[in-house]
């Protein structure tokens, strides 16, 4: 190949370079990027948390294979509960001067968030090598695993009677409600009564 051959290679590569970096940067020389079209999803929550939980779950899942016997999963992992109850649910009179007590009706408590942080989950599984080599990663049984640990915190909460009494729910509520320096009376009934 001739001077003259490479000189004009080198000059329509230049050429190439310089005209991909001007539609990539832009006349100004400044890269352009497009706008992103981000969603955000916002909503007001009017909630009263009286009690943060976090506690450790375990749990099993079997699953019956047809090459023969169980497959057993045991899994761990950390749940963090928000407990309280749901204002928006809460009913209240208005005070006038014939009854300037403020009659609040509050509904039961309950399990407002239930978080389980991903990164906690353990997994230990009983299962034979040709189960093992024919499910490597099944993410339905994942999903269902870490849905159960969910629930059995939910069910833990439950059953071992941490979920506020109406009568401790009353109470925070007065100590919330006598640090506004208010001098209205307050009065509590519950809903489901």
């Excluded at 045991?74 to 403020?102: F, R």
């Excluded at 009353?170 to 009065?187: C, F, L, P, Q």
Aim: hydrophobic residues 40%; negative net charge.
């Amino acid at each position: 190949m001739d001077t003259l051959a490479k000189n004009l290679i080198q000059m329509m590569i230049i050429v190439v370079i310089g005209a991909a970096g001007f539609l990539v940067l832009g006349p100004e020389g400044s890269l352009t990027i497009p706008k992103a079209h981000n969603k955000v999803s916002h909503e007001m929550v009017r909630i009263l948390g009286t009690d943060r939980i976090v506690t450790q779950i375990v749990v099993e899942d079997d699953k019956s294979s047809f090459l023969g016997g169980t497959d057993r999963v045991i899994a761990a992992g950390t749940v963090t509960m928000l407990i309280g109850v749901d204002v928006d649910k809460a009913e209240k009179s208005v005070p006038d001067t014939a009854n300037p007590t403020v009659l609040v009706r509050l509904p039961d408590s309950e399990i407002l968030t239930t978080e389980l942080d991903e990164d906690s989950i353990v997994y230990f599984r009983k299962a034979t090598i040709v189960q093992r080599l024919t499910e490597l990663d099944d993410q339905e049984r994942q999903s269902r695993i870490r849905q159960k640990i969910k629930v059995s915190a939910a069910e833990f909460v439950k059953i071992n009677g941490l979920l506020p009494s109406m009568a401790e729910i009353e109470k925070r509520v007065r100590e919330i409600w006598s640090e506004t320096g208010t001098r209205t009376a307050i009065e509590f009934q519950s809903l489901t009564n």
